[in-house]
């Protein structure tokens, strides 16, 4: 049972829109919750992390927020670049175990 | 720093042979760990390590062995490679705090094929 699900699976857009990608959990208990960026061929990035009392952190055009009572959390990207075309992972933790989501794959079209 | 490094990129086996992963890291990290990720799947864990000489299984670990000989290094081992292994390999690590690892910090993953 995948305890993180992502949505949408995929996500097209053009150059300089923004977007909103979406992650819902039912991981418990709740430790933190981290998005990560993961460029073709290469490894996962960390983007941001929010734990417990978070509702919303920004790293550049990329915004963060987390709902720990309804257990949502989304990924706001703003005037997106080309260099955002990418897959996008949430994971959230219950203390000792990550628990992975899927991702979005974002395309962003010139 | 070079950060976490694995070799090599890309591998073809067949059926059965065995073979090493290698993965290192120069950061002084404690926690390291393996993931596979496969088409539409989350990564998933296989095994990790907490510090030198102390490993564990993650949530897939049949048909791999790991050791921590020293901080630096986890290599991953297929002992009978099965075309079910056919996957990317990804080496990850990171501080610890209270136990728990903080944010990892990946290599640039293994193409695994097994014909």
């Known amino acids: 049972k995948n305890q993180v699900e992502q949505s949408p699976q995929s996500l097209i857009i053009l150059e300089g829109k923004n977007c909103t990608l979406q992650?819902?959990?039912?991981?418990?208990?709740?430790?933190?919750l981290r998005w990560y960026k993961q460029d073709t061929g290469r490894g996962p990035v960390s983007l941001t992390i929010m734990t417990f009392s978070e509702n919303t952190k920004s790293n550049g055009r990329y915004t963060a927020t987390l709902d720990a009572d309804t257990k949502q959390s989304s990924l706001h990207i703003t005037a997106s670049q080309l260099s955002d075309s990418a897959s996008y992972i949430c994971?959230?933790?219950?203390?000792?175990?990550?628990?992975f989501g899927a991702g979005t794959r974002l395309t962003v079209k010139p | 720093n070079a950060g976490v490094t694995q070799t090599p990129k890309f591998q073809v086996l067949k059926t059965g042979q065995s073979m090493t992963l290698q993965c290192a890291q120069d950061m002084n990290h404690e926690y390291m760990s393996w993931y596979r990720q496969d088409p539409g799947m989350g990564l998933r864990l296989i095994h990790y390590s907490v510090g030198a000489g102390i490993t564990d299984q993650g949530e897939v670990p049949n048909g791999y062995n790991v050791s921590r000989s020293t901080t630096e290094d986890f290599p991953l081992r297929l002992l009978s490679a099965a075309p079910s292994q056919t996957s990317v390999y990804f080496c990850?690590?990171?501080?610890?705090?209270?136990?728990?690892?903080?944010?990892?910090?990946f290599g640039p993953g293994t193409r695994l094929t097994v014909l």
């Open positions: 992650c819902n959990y039912t991981v418990s208990p709740f430790s933190n």
């Open positions: 994971v959230v933790s219950d203390r000792y175990d990550m628990r």
């Open positions: 990850a690590s990171s501080y610890q705090i209270a136990g728990a690892p903080d944010t990892q910090y």
